[in-house]
Every structure is written in C-alpha cells, then in structure tokens.
C-alpha cells in the first residue's frame, strides 16, 4: 500500500536505514533530524505514519508527540515511538504523551512494515470520515470535527475472551478501576455477545486452552457490525508468528506476557479513546446525511431526497409489474394564513400538517415537503383507487379537525387539494408522474379547493 510515512530521528545512520526499509516496500518517506523540524514539516506536508525517536536532543519524542497530538490537524496521525528504551514504565510514557505503537532497537523489518502498514489502512479511514464530515460543515450542515473536545478512555465496555481464570480474574483486578469488564471463555459465545454488547474493546489471549483466539480476530474483522471494533490480543514471550498475523488481519494493538499493570491500562485507555473518536466522526457524519436529507422545519424528507428515490421506485415498480402511484397535497390559501397571523403561526400549521401526513403514510409510502405549502407522498403497490382513498383520508384528516396556534387562544380552519396519478405505461418517468398528479391538483384547486381529483388520462 502507499502511504506517506515521516521518519524522524537526530542520527543519519538510523534515518537511512528506516528510509531503505520503507522504501523498498513502496512507502514515500520524508525525513527529519529533530523534534522542531519534525513539525514543521508535519505542518507543511502532512504524513499517514510517524517514526519518531525517542533520545533526541532538545526537544525529545515524547514532547513532540504531545504537540503533535494537542494540534487539531494532526493530532489523528499515528505515531510510533523507536527507541532503545525497554521499560514498560517508558512505554507508558509514550502511550500518555498520544504514542499508538512502540518498535524497540534494533527494528524487526516484519514488525516496521507490518506495524506501518495497519496504521496506516487507520489513518486512511479516518481520513475518509474527516473529509465526509468537513464537506458537510462546509455545506452549512453542524458537526464538523474542531478537535476542541478531547475524549475520555475511561468508563469503556471491555469484553475479555480468556479461559484461564487466574489470568482472567488479574486482568480483572487491574482494569476494573477505570473500565467495564465482562470476561467470557467460549470465543464463541463472545462472539454471539459482541454485535449487541455495545462494547468499546475486545481483548483476546492468544493462548486459549480448547480454541484459536486469532481464529475470533478474523471473524470479528469479517462481520459488518463487529469490523471496526478495537481488538487487543495477549501473546506469549516469542511467540511472533502469530503476532504478526494478527497485526496483518487487523489487530489493533498486542500486550506480551507477563503484563505491565500500568502499559495495559494506557494501551486500552489508547484504543477506547480512538474508538470513541471514530464514532464521534461516524456519528456526525450520519447526522449530516440525515439533515442534507430532511426538511429541517417538518422532519419529513425534502424534495431532494424525494427526486433521487422516485425514479428507483418506478423502476422496481416496473420491473415487478406493480402499481404505484403519487399524490400531491397543497394546503389551501396559505398565504392569507402568513398574511394575516405571521410565518410563525404559518410554520406551526406546516407543522401540523406534515404531523397529519405522517399519520397517513405507511412504511414503504414516501413522504416529503416538496416545498413551500405542498407535499408530495410516493405509494408503492398501490393503484389509483386505493390512492384515491387515501388522498381523501388525509383531505378529511386535515379539514375535520381545526389547527390549534400554539400560546393563543385561536383555532384556524384548514383545507387541502390533493392531486392523485399512478404509473401507467411503462415507459412513464417521475416528472410524467408528477406532472400529471400536479395537473389533477390544479383541477382541485380550480373546482372550489379542498378535494381530491384522481388523474384520469
């Protein structure tokens, strides 16, 4: 895969010998020779993954992950600390100043391509749902990610899939302080627990007594509801080859036995905090999609919508030989009710009216505001009779009970005209369609308003 990856480190030797070993695996490198430098270009140039030394002069790695991860446009970009040091307690350091991943010198190549290579794929999805969500913020729409807000890694659902009970119950001990566990034995039975467990975390021991715990990694990579779950594995001392598999199925990150308390509480404060990231990403782009969608006064769909679904529903309508059939509904002399009582009240009965809509669309009818006063409802497997009852259900809905004008004392009298057409030829397209209910509308209107006329051509 191609990935722009920064290597940064005081020592010309080590540069060039990350540079080789990235580069022979297709991966543009930039370097850089301090932390100062590292930033700027990180600024200037962006990267997908950085290699940053630990023992630098000046400003070491530790403070300039912790810039990196305090600057809202960076603060995303992976981060691997090299280093010498060994001590579980400089591991957790790292992880504290926003490290996602540790090498140790010398370097293993397969653990630099294969650790490059996931966080990579990681970068590439978030970078995905950064820009979904900026278009939608640039399109006016709220929720635009603005790094103001950092997420916590406490208070997570953890889900522990290990069969040794002395292990499970120190694992237990441990996190208990700051997370939820749930610990199972049966990889199985976790995995029927995990789509509907709402967790943050999976954590599998690789040294399950009666099951392949890389086996469950795969199948939780392989189902859509589970794909994106974090997955932490426990491994044994040497144990590299299956390490390495998990990493290249997806595993998120790994803790070699015996465990440090204090490295596995930051690795999983880690990974809920980059979860939560990603749902809070997940979340607001849906959010957006859903108001570029919605009329933001009635809640029903817009015209847009309306326009991009239509001509699916005709064409499966005749492709399966079934009836569909349109109505549009305009509320009669609406602008005397903006005149006279204000555009407030005149929402309010818009309101009301597509509430009244609502009430009589099923689940499969297609309901929006097309604009202004008028509403448009798509009926699948419906003829023109049964659309007409219908019409004529939700004309009588409209004028047989007055609209209440929220803080006053009044009540207004409303009516609506409806127009009805169906799918007749199988040629016909949706502006045909609605041509010809907005014909029938305009003979409702011209015959004295609030009733129902059925397109007859």
């Known amino acids: 895969m191609t990935a722009r990856v920064l290597v940064v480190d005081d020592i010309q030797a080590n540069v060039k010998l990350l540079e080789a070993r990235l580069t022979a695996e297709y991966f543009e490198v930039l370097t850089a020779r301090s932390g100062p430098e590292a930033l700027d270009l990180c600024a200037a140039e962006g990267a997908d993954v950085i290699l940053l030394d630990v023992m630098m002069p000046g400003m070491d790695g530790f403070e300039v992950c912790r810039r990196l991860k305090s600057d809202p446009k960076c603060h995303h970009v992976p981060v691997i600390m090299v280093t010498a040091l060994d001590q579980p307690s400089d591991k957790v350091q790292g992880l504290e100043a926003g490290a996602d991943d540790f090498l140790t010198k010398p370097v293993d190549d397969l653990a630099l391509i294969t650790r490059v290579k996931n966080l990579a794929r990681l970068k590439t999805l978030t970078d995905e749902m950064l820009m979904r969500a900026s278009t939608s913020e640039q399109m006016g729409l709220p929720g635009g990610p603005d790094g103001s807000a950092p997420l916590s890694g406490l208070g997570g659902r953890v889900l522990l899939v290990e069969d040794h009970n002395r292990s499970a119950q120190r694992i237990?001990?441990?996190?208990?302080?700051?997370?939820?566990?749930?610990?199972?034995?049966?990889?199985?039975?976790?995995?029927?627990?995990?789509?509907?467990?709402?967790?943050?975390?999976?954590?599998?021991?690789l040294n399950l007594q009666a099951a392949d715990g890389l086996r469950l990694c795969s199948q939780v990579r392989s189902i859509d509801r589970t794909r994106h779950l974090p997955i932490l594995i426990l491994v044994e001392p040497g144990d590299d080859a299956r390490l390495l598999r998990g990493l290249d199925m997806g595993v998120n990150d790994y803790l070699v036995r015996p465990i440090d308390k204090n490295e596995m509480l930051a690795r999983v404060r880690t990974q809920i905090?980059?979860?939560?990231?990603?749902?809070?990403?997940?979340?607001?782009?849906?959010?957006?999609?859903?108001?570029?969608?919605?009329?933001?006064?009635?809640?029903?769909?817009?015209?847009?919508?309306?326009?991009?679904?239509?001509?699916?529903?005709?064409?499966?309508?005749?492709?399966?030989?079934?009836?569909?059939s349109l109505m549009i509904a305009d509320i009669d002399f609406f602008k005397s009710v903006n005149d006279t009582f204000g555009h407030d009240v005149g929402d309010m009965v818009l309101r009301e009216f597509a509430g009244r809509v609502r009430t009589n669309t099923r689940g499969i009818d297609l309901a929006c505001r097309y604009g202004g006063e008028e509403f448009v409802m798509v009926m699948p497997d419906t003829d023109l009779a049964k659309a007409y009852v219908v019409a004529e259900r939700l004309r009588q809905c409209v004028a047989g009970q007055s609209f209440a004008i929220d803080g006053q004392n009044k009540m207004l009298e409303i009516t609506a005209s409806v127009g009805v057409a169906c799918l007749e030829h199988p040629d016909d397209t949706p502006e045909t369609i609605l041509k010809r209910a907005d014909q029938a509308l305009y003979c409702a209107k011209k015959d004295g308003r609030n009733r129902v006329v059925a397109d007859a051509a």
């Not at 208990?176 to 789509?195: F, H, I, K, R």
């Not at 029903?300 to 492709?319: C, F, G, I, P």
């Open 273 to 324: 905090k980059r979860k939560r990231y990603a749902d809070m990403l997940k979340n607001r782009i849906e959010e957006s999609v859903e108001l570029a969608i919605t009329d933001g006064l009635t809640g029903l769909h817009n015209r847009r919508y309306m326009e991009s679904h239509l001509q699916t529903l005709v064409d499966e309508a005749v492709q399966r030989g079934k009836p569909l």
């Open 172 to 205: 237990a001990d441990n996190l208990s302080s700051e997370q939820t566990l749930e610990v199972e034995g049966d990889p199985q039975a976790a995995m029927l627990a995990l789509p509907d467990g709402n967790f943050d975390l999976l954590v599998v021991s």
